[in-house]
């Protein structure tokens, strides 16, 4: 599966973004599709995930509340919207793929198969 990232853009403190993360190649349907973002000279940090079935959700501490995952498998695509953007929010936002990963293993990059391009996030004081 080919994943295709975008929506990002530079947005002031306390503005909302809405990522789409589309698939093409195959559907999504039975795939565990994550969000993670990197910033130079740091790792890859988990962002969010969302189960196939679109029940099962999870964030990292420092977006709770403010982000949220969702999925449209008819039409192949994963959101993140993320309101009350900070500063420390800026990143290239990369979304992920995993028809195999189990639970435990949900925040853990290497543990998915395929990977956007990424788009870039830059949220200004």
């Known amino acids: 599966v080919q994943l295709q990232a975008s929506g990002g853009g530079l947005v002031q403190a306390g503005g909302s973004l809405r990522l789409s993360c589309a698939a093409s190649?195959?559907?999504?349907?039975?795939?565990?599709m994550g969000w993670f973002r990197q910033t130079p000279g740091k790792e890859r940090e988990f962002v969010a995930v969302?189960?196939?079935?679109?029940?099962?959700?999870y964030y990292a501490d420092s977006v709770k509340g403010r982000f949220t995952i969702s999925r449209d498998n008819a039409r192949s695509t994963v959101y993140l919207q993320m309101n009350l953007l900070k500063p420390e929010d800026t990143a290239v936002y990369y979304c992920?793929?995993?028809?195999?990963?189990?639970?435990?293993?949900?925040?853990?990059?290497?543990?998915?198969?395929?990977w956007g391009q990424g788009t870039q996030v830059t949220v200004s004081s």
């Open positions: 190649g195959r559907t999504i349907n039975r795939y565990t």
């Open positions: 969302i189960r196939s079935s679109g029940g099962y959700t």
């Open positions: 992920a793929a995993s028809s195999t990963i189990i639970l435990s293993q949900i925040r853990r990059g290497q543990a998915y198969d395929h």
